[in-house]
């Protein structure tokens, strides 16, 4: 049981250029989520998709889509980066309808520099 | 607009001291209310959370936190500090639970001292 995995870890870009961050939960969780984290701001929601098959636009989308590929995987993509995207991404997933209030899992993060 | 305030950016205490981490929120409804841990370049861990029942909440690690409806908190405490503790803490609050969406506080680092 894996959990949350999150690839890659690292990754440089040159402005311009396109990238998809992969995502994976073991959980057999419906709901699944694309933060971003930069100094000082905390967590901001970019995407998240509450089930297989939806997604919807969180706090910061701009910039970027997402696909939700089947329950277990859900990716999000830069179509033309920009030094502005330059952050840390978080992969999260709940949903275990046993849980209430809908605990997050969290991913291990994805590093992100935008030259 | 819904929000979560950490008034505090960052906290610094001796080891074996007493901690406090205060959270409001601002919503016409209580919402479930969590504290996460974030150690350096690690992903966040939930500590605890609160969702209905005794307002007095203990999680892992040996952090405990209050729900205060009156004052729309949700502070963290803990009565002794490891250096362990050091590490970036963020209070969220959940108010749709069917899509489990999380508002976040900025967060709050704290800093332990020998």
């Known amino acids: 049981n894996a959990g949350v995995t999150q690839t890659p870890k690292f990754q440089v870009l040159k402005t311009g250029q396109s990238m998809t961050l992969q995502c994976a939960q073991d959980?057999?969780?419906?709901?699944m989520y694309w933060y971003r984290q930069d100094p000082g701001m905390g967590l901001r929601l970019i995407y998240y998709?509450?089930?297989?098959?939806?997604?919807d636009k969180g706090e910061v989308p701009n910039g970027y889509n997402v696909s939700r590929l089947n329950k277990r995987e859900f990716s999000l993509r830069l179509e033309s980066a920009a030094p502005s995207q330059t952050s840390v991404y978080f992969c999260?997933?709940?949903?275990?309808?046993?849980?209430?209030?809908?605990?997050?899992?969290f991913g291990p993060g994805t590093r992100l520099l935008v030259l | 607009a819904q929000s979560v305030t950490q008034p505090d950016i960052h906290i610094t205490v001796s080891e074996g001291a007493s901690l406090e981490l205060r959270c409001n929120y601002s919503?016409?409804?209580?919402?479930?209310l969590f504290w996460y841990v974030q150690s350096p370049g690690q992903g966040l861990q939930l500590l605890l959370k609160?969702?209905?029942?005794?307002?007095l909440v203990q999680g892992i690690k040996g952090f405990e936190a209050e729900f205060k409806r009156s004052q729309s908190s949700f502070n963290l405490r803990k009565p002794s500090v490891h250096w362990s503790d050091a590490a970036e803490y963020f209070c969220a609050v959940v108010l749709n639970t069917n899509a489990g969406k999380s508002t976040f506080g900025d967060g709050t680092t704290l800093t332990v001292k020998p």
């Open positions: 609160y969702f209905s029942g005794d307002t």
């Open positions: 919503y016409g409804a209580t919402p479930y």
């Open positions: 999260a997933s709940s949903g275990d309808r046993t849980d209430i209030g809908e605990t997050q899992y």
């Open positions: 959980m057999n969780h419906n709901s």
């Open positions: 998709s509450a089930s297989e098959g939806t997604t």
